[in-house]
C-alpha cells in the first residue's frame, strides 16, 4: 500500500497532530511520503522529512496561502493521480475535513473519519472507529481504492526519526470553482482560549469540590495544563459555575486527551459527556464513586490537599 | 432566492446498533439531527433579512424521516423534499452526497446550508462532498451569515481564529452550531406545516441508478463492531503523594 | 411526628384558571380540544373521527381543526407507562370491525399466571385471588399501544400536537372555552430567552381533559367547578423495568408480601408484577400505596431489592434492561371518583378522574371507554348542542360505573391487615359488591405522619448489572429535559426534616436533596427538576407537579 498524509502548518511550524499520522502510516506501511502546501512549503519539508516523510510534495505558492479547503482539494488530486497513491491520510482540522470530503467526492473515494486506529488485516486496510458515544468501537473498511482517511487529533504521536524527504513540487491546476471563495479577513483567537469541545484538555468540577469557591482549584490546574475549566449540571444547577462550561448529555461533548474529574461522582448522565476522553484522572474522597470505573487513574482523596500540590509540582516541572 | 437546507432524520438518544445489519438499528422513533436546526433556523432568517426567499428542507432516510421534514417545515421552512428508497439504505458518504446533489441539481438553490455534524455520529463532512460535486465552494464552521446583492460573507470559527470569507452565490455553508440560537416551532407553525409541500421521491424518481446508492453505492464497508479497549488497568492512588503519582502517570503518557 | 400535609406547596388553582389573552385572530380555533394523548384522549380522537366521517355536515361546521389532541410528551408514548394487561373489551367497541384485537400491537393473550407471597428467601404459590384472574386479557406495552393509537387517530382526522404543555384553563362566564399552552425558551428565573416563544390559546366549543394520573388541569378544574369528591383521591406509585432476558417466561406474575411491611405501622399496601413481553423481554414492577409511613421507604430500591429475591433473580439472570419508568396510580376507585365528570365545556376522562379498578390493576380499558363515551357527548355538543352532563349519564349506566363500584371498598379491606383484607376482598368479590364496609374514613396520602427507620440499609448497592441507582435509571427513562428552565415543581421549600427525607426517598428520579438548616428546626429542600420523570408521586405527598415546558420529561418507547 502506497500512503500520502496531509499535513498543515502555521507560523513556519508543522502540526503536531498530521506527523503523528505519518508516523503511524510510516510504521504501518513501511514508508509514507506527505503534501505540504502555502508558500512556505519548501521550507518545511525538511521538517517533514525528519518526522519520517519519505518523499514530501510541496505546493509551494502564496496563492494557496488562505486556509480554504477547495484548492487544496485540487493539490491532493493532482498527487494522488500523478503519485499512483491508493491511501490518503488526513488528521481532522477544520480545514482537513472539508479537503477530505472534497476529496472523496472527487476521486469517487472511500472516506472513513473520526477514526482512532488503522490496521493492516489480510491484506486489507481497517479502520478503527468509536460511535455512540465513544461507547463502542466499530471496524470499517473501504472498497476499492484510492483509501482516504480522517483521525481524530491526537490519535498518534509524532515521531522524530531525523530523516531526509526528497522534496517534489507539485503543479495543481485549480479547477474553476476553486477560487470562487476568497479570504478576505483573518483575526486571530481573541483571549477567550479554545472552546470546551475543541479543547485538548479539560479539568472539571463537580460538587465534590465542595463550594463554588473551590472552583478556583480547577481553573489554576486548568491554567498550568493549558487546558479548559468544565462543570458537572449540579455543579451548574447550584449556581456554581456558568452553564456554557457543562458537560454531559444536557451539557457538551467532549474528547480531550487529558480529562481531569475533581469531585465528580461520575453519574452517567455526565460521563456520556466525556467517555471519548483518551485520558482519565479523576480525584474523589469516596473511593466507591461510580467515576473510578471508567477512569485511567483514580485518586482517593481530598481534592483541597492534593490538587494546590499537584498545580505546584507541574509548575515546578515547567520552570526547570 | 432560493435556499436549501439539507437536513437528517436520526435515532433518539438510547439508538442501539442492530447485532445483524451491524448498522445503527433506526427502527425506533427518530427526530430532527439537533445539529441541522440550526441550519433551518439560519436559513429562515436569511429568509427575513432579505425580506423574500423559498426556503426548501432536503433530506434522505427513511420514510420516518417525513415526521423531521415536517419538524422543519414547522420551524418555518417552505417545502420539503424527502429521497426516501430501500435502496438508499446504508448509503456511505459517496453515496448521500451522490443523491442529496441529485435533489439539489434539480432545485437549483443559490444557498445550500448544512448543519456542522449529526448526533448519530454519521456527519461532519457532508457538505464538502455535496458542494464539490456541484462544483459550488463551500465554507464551514460559520458563525456568521450575510447575503447580499448575489454574494455571501462568511465568518468562520477555525482553530486558530475567526477567517472571513466572501463567495459569489451560489455556495454551500455548514453553520456551526454557536451560529445562532434555534426558534421553537410555535402551534401555528406546526398545523401549518401538516398543509406545505413535502414531496417523497424514489431513487428511480431522480435518476439514480441503484448501483449508485445504499450499500452497492458505497465504498466505505462496517465490518464490526465490539465494545472498546476497557481502560487498561485503570490504576488506583489511594495513599503516598496523590499528586507526585498524577504527575507521573501525565509524564507516561506524553500529556506534559 | 411531622406530615407533609403541614407544609403544603404555595399553589393556588386560581393562578392556572383564565380568559383568553390572544387577539381573536392569533387564537388557535379548533372544534373539540382533547388534553392528554393516552388512551382515553386518543379513544375519545379516534371515535369523534368515526362520528364526523357518519356526518361530514357536522365535520365542515367545525373548520380547519375538528379536533386536536395535546401532549406534553415529545410524541405520543413518551409519557406511557403501565404494566400493562389490557383488557380488550373497549378497543373492540372502540374499533369494531376495523381492526382485529389481535392485530393491535401486543404481546399476546395471558395463558398462565401465578401469585407468590414472597418472604426474604421463599416464594409461596397461593391461588390467584379472583379478582387478579386474568383470563381474555391481552399483556401490552401502554407506550406503544399509545404510539399505535395516536396513527389510528390521525388517519381518522385528528390532529396531533405533541411537545405542548396545556398550562391553564381558559374560562369565560363560568364555562370551559380551551386551554392556553404553555410558554417555551424561559430560562430558570423566569427570563425570556432569545428564542422565547409564548403559549397559545387555543379555543373549542369542548374540552376533553384525559391528562392522566395527577392531570394537572383536571386538579385545576376539580378546585374551580367544585367537583373533588368527599372521600380524598389517593395513590399508589408503580417503578417498572423493562428487561431483554436469555429465557422466556411463560407466565404471568404478581406477587405479594416481601420486601413490602403491609403492617399497620408502615402501611406498605402492593406487591409486583413480572410479565412476560414475547419471548425476549419482560416487563417488572412494583407498585406501593402512598400512604405509607417510613420516610426512608423507596419504591425504586424496593424494586431494585425485589430483584434480588431468588424467584426474580432467575428470571433476569443473563439479561439487560432496556428501560425503567415511574408513574403513579389513582386508587381510591369508586369513592374518590369526581361529584361530576363533566362542567361547561368540559368532560373528564380515564385515570384523571380516577377511573382505576385497584383490585385488578386495571384502568386503561375504562380510559378508552370514558374516551368513547366523551367524543360522542362531545359530538353530540357540537352537533345538536346537547348538554355536556349526557357524559356523566353515559358512564353512569356503563360497565366502569359497575365495576368500579362493585369494588368500592377493596383498598379498605387491606387496611384490615393483609390477610384479614385478603379474605374480605375474596368476599367482596364473591358477592359482587353487596358486602359493604361502609363509608370509611379515608386520610389522604400526605396527612400520614412520617417516622423513621433503618429501613434504607436494607436496600441493595447498586451493581449496574442487576441492580440500578436512580440517576442511571432516569437515564434509561430517556429523560434529557433541558436543563436550564423554569422549576416546574410547586412545593414549600423549609420543611420538617423527616418531611424532606421522606420527598428524597419517594421520588424516583432524585430531583430532592437535603438542603442546608433553615432555622426553627427546618430544612431546605434543593431541587433538580430536570430529573423529574412527571410521574405524581409528589402530588400526594406534599408537593404540585405542574407541566415542565413541552417536550421535557422521559422519552418512553417500551413501557
Known sequence: ?320 | MKIAVCVKHVPDSRVRIDAGSKRLDRSGAGELNKFDTNAVEEALRVKERLGEGDVVVVSMGPEGAADTVRAALALGADRGVLVSDPGAIGSDLLATSRVLAKVLEREQPDLILFGQQASDGAGAVLWAAVAERLGVPSVSQATELVVEGGRARVTRQTERGDDVVEAPLPLAVAVSDAINDPRYASLKGVMAAKRKPLETLSLADLGVDAAQAGEAGSKTVVLGIAPPPARSGARRVEEGDAAQAIVDFLAERQLV | MARAIDFPPPFRPGDYVAEPTDAPDARIEVGVLVVGAGPAGLACAIRFGQLLEEHPEVAERLGDVPLAVLDKGKQPGSHLLSGVIVNPRSLRTLLGDKVRVEDLPGYGPVRKESVYLLTKRRALRIPTPPPMRNHGNVISSLSQLGRWLAGQAEEGGAMLLPETAARSLLVTDGRVVGVRTGDKGLGPDGARRPNFEPGSDIVAAVTVLAEGTQGHLTGVALDHFGLRPAVPQVFELGVKEVWRVARPLDRVIHTMGWPLRPWARYREFGGSFVYPMGDDMVSIGMVVGLDYRDAELSVHDVLQELKTHPLVRSILEGGERLEWGAKTIPSGGFRSLPARLHAPGLVLCGDGAGMVNVPTLKGVHYAIESGRLAAEAAFASVANGADLGAYDEAVRSSFIWRDLHEVRDMRQAFEHGFFLGGALASVMTVTKGKVSLGRARREPDDAQPVLRTDRASRYPEPDGVLTFDKLSSVFASGNRSRDDQPNHICLERRVAPDVARMWVQLCPAQVYAVGPEAGDGLVEVLLSPSNCVQCGAISAKGGRLTPPEGGSGPEYTLT
Not at chain 1, 470546551?196 to 482549584?217: C, N, T
Not at chain 1, 448522565?269 to 464513586?289: L, Y
Open chain 1, 1 to 320: 500500500m502506497s500512503a500520502v498524509v496531509f499535513l498543515e502548518h502555521d507560523g513556519g511550524e508543522l502540526h503536531k497532530a498530521p506527523l503523528g499520522v505519518l508516523a503511524r502510516a510510516a510504521d504501518l506501511f513501511g514508508s509514507a511520503d506527505a503534501v505540504v502546501v502555502g508558500s512556505q512549503a519548501t521550507a518545511l519539508a525538511a521538517e517533514a522529512g525528519r518526522f519520517g516523510a519519505a518523499v514530501v510534495h510541496v505546493a509551494d505558492d502564496p496563492a494557496l496561502d488562505p486556509a480554504l479547503p477547495a484548492p487544496r482539494v485540487d493539490v491532493l488530486e493532482t498527487v494522488v493521480r500523478q503519485g499512483g497513491y491508493d491511501t490518503v491520510l488526513f488528521s481532522n482540522s477544520v480545514l482537513a475535513a472539508d479537503v477530505a470530503a472534497g476529496l472523496a467526492a472527487r476521486l469517487e473515494a472511500g472516506l472513513n473519519w473520526d477514526l482512532v486506529d488503522l490496521e493492516q488485516r489480510d491484506g486489507e486496510l481497517v479502520g478503527k472507529r468509536p460511535a455512540l458515544g465513544d461507547s463502542v468501537l466499530v471496524d470499517v473498511g473501504w472498497r476499492g481504492t484510492p483509501r482516504l482517511a480522517l483521525f481524530r487529533p491526537g490519535s498518534f504521536d509524532a515521531v522524530e526519526t531525523g530523516g531526509v524527504a526528497e522534496v517534489r513540487p507539485v503543479a495543481a491546476a485549480l479547477a474553476p470553482h476553486s477560487t470562487r471563495a476568497i479570504l478576505v479577513d483573518h483575526r486571530h483567537q481573541p483571549d477567550e482560549g479554545p472552546k470546551l469541545e475543541d479543547a485538548e484538555v479539560i479539568v472539571s468540577g463537580g460538587m465534590g469540590l465542595g463550594a463554588p469557591e473551590h472552583f478556583a482549584l480547577a481553573e489554576e490546574l486548568a491554567s498550568v495544563l493549558g487546558g479548559v475549566v468544565g462543570a458537572t449540571r449540579a455543579a451548574v444547577y447550584a449556581g456554581w459555575y456558568p452553564a456554557s462550561a457543562q458537560i454531559g448529555q444536557t451539557g457538551k461533548t467532549v474528547s480531550p486527551r487529558l480529562y481531569v474529574a475533581l469531585g465528580i461522582s461520575g453519574a452517567v448522565q455526565h460521563k456520556v459527556g466525556m467517555q471519548g476522553s483518551k485520558a482519565v484522572v479523576a480525584v474523589n474522597k469516596d473511593p466507591n464513586a461510580p467515576i473510578f470505573e471508567f477512569s485511567d487513574l483514580a485518586v482517593v482523596g481530598d481534592v483541597h490537599v492534593i490538587v494546590p500540590r499537584l498545580v505546584e509540582l507541574l509548575r515546578a516541572r515547567k520552570g526547570s
